[in-house]
């Protein structure tokens, strides 16, 4: 991937600090986000395996019940 932007730094102000922490990034992008969406896409693909059990479950369900009251074809 190729970046075609320039960074800047513009210093406006002097902040005397004993033990500074630098934070990259802008909120959203970073590697948080990376890691939310990586398990919000394995989770709804666990949610529609559940709903897909779900229904299969069902299904044999009402077949079984249609046996027991003589209404399977």
């Not at 890691?35 to 069902?58: K, N």
């Amino acid at each position: 991937m190729e970046n075609d932007t320039e960074a800047t730094f513009e210093q406006h102000e002097t902040i005397d600090v004993d033990a500074p922490t630098l934070i990259e990034g802008l909120p959203g992008h970073g590697l948080v986000a990376s890691i939310t969406e990586e398990q919000a896409g394995e989770i709804r693909q666990q949610m529609q395996q559940i709903a897909e059990q779900y229904q299969q479950a069902s299904e044999k369900q009402r077949q079984q019940e249609d046996v027991r009251t003589g209404m399977y074809q």
